[in-house]
């Protein structure tokens, strides 16, 4: 059984005839998939119930407006690409159930995962891209990796991405998934208040700089509990084992993971100054008193 909202975009008019298309425009949410294509969405929508996943067609997103534009620093391709897609915050303000606070968070078909918190999304106005120099998915090129992989159904790219340092003090770096398959509204409170460092050292500037760089880097791919990636299949609690029981094997498998274990799939870090080994560090452990639920051995 389909859903259909009529939810105004909140976007400023160019003109009245955007904004009567605007004002009559839906989305008609699909209880099932009818395509590959398709686009998964979940976690808190406005009107349907917490936690169910529904369904929005290529058609669909493609009735939305549109946002064109050329991206000359996005490592996902080789030179200056077009794109064209909707805006995060337009399908915030469609389908979010409190559009002030929710962050999206896209979930790829490797099960990877990037963040969009709310202070990211008005700082770089990601996108999800629909089309790739004027071609649907089956045109787009492979990844950049040169692994001849398929880079759709959707990917996330940004009109041009500078570092912020409005977010963070230290600059935040961009999220740029490709085979994004679903895309969840959350609260941002619940999603990062997963990993928040523990303990009586939690407010620590050396723990609080760590938990920057893993609620950046590290949740993208490793999980605690329903929260963060699961591409790498070590969960959050293992990587404090590490980081409590072997620092320095810690530091040495987030600067070159293949020097550990050749079939990491984790890309390495080796810019990674002591500083910040020191603060990721630091932070996993403050995890170490569940040590016992993570298990021992090394990867």
């Known amino acids: ?93 469609r389908l979010a159930a409190a559009p002030d606070s929710d962050m999206v968070v896209a979930i790829c078909d490797d099960r990877y995962r990037a963040n969009y918190p709310h202070a990211y999304i008005a700082e770089h106005r990601p996108l999800l891209v629909l089309k790739v120099n004027g071609q649907p998915p089956s045109g787009w090129p492979k990844d950049a990796e040169g692994h001849g992989q398929d880079m759709g159904p959707y990917m996330v790219s940004h009109p041009s991405f500078l570092p912020s340092f409005k977010v963070s003090p230290h600059g935040d770096e961009a999220q740029i998934p490709w085979g994004v398959v679903r895309l969840e509204f959350r609260d941002e409170k619940t999603v990062f208040g997963s990993i928040a460092p523990r303990g009586p050292h939690a407010s620590g500037e050396m723990v609080q700089e760590g938990y920057w760089f893993a609620r950046q880097n590290c949740f993208r791919c490793h999980n605690r509990g329903a929260e963060g990636g699961t591409k790498a299949g070590h969960p959050w609690l293992v990587l404090s084992a590490w980081a409590a029981a072997s620092p320095e094997y810690f530091a040495a498998y987030v600067r070159n993971p293949q020097a550990k274990n050749p079939h990491a799939q984790m890309p390495g870090n080796p810019s990674y100054s002591d500083k910040i080994i020191g603060a990721l560090t630091a932070y996993f452990q403050t995890f170490s008193c569940s040590q016992q639920e993570a298990g021992k051995g090394k990867p």
């Open 1 to 93: 059984m389909a859903a259909v909202l009529f939810l105004a975009s909140g976007l400023p008019p160019q003109n009245a005839g955007e904004e009567n298309a605007r004002a009559s425009a839906s989305l008609t949410l699909r209880s099932g998939r009818t395509s590959p294509l398709d686009l998964e969405v979940g976690g808190e929508l406005a009107g349907i119930p917490a936690g169910a996943t529904r369904y929005l067609t290529r058609d669909d997103l493609l009735r939305l407006p549109q946002v064109t534009f050329t991206v000359k620093n996005d490592a996902n391709f080789t030179g200056p690409t077009q794109v064209s897609g909707v805006p995060l915050e337009e399908l915030i303000r």
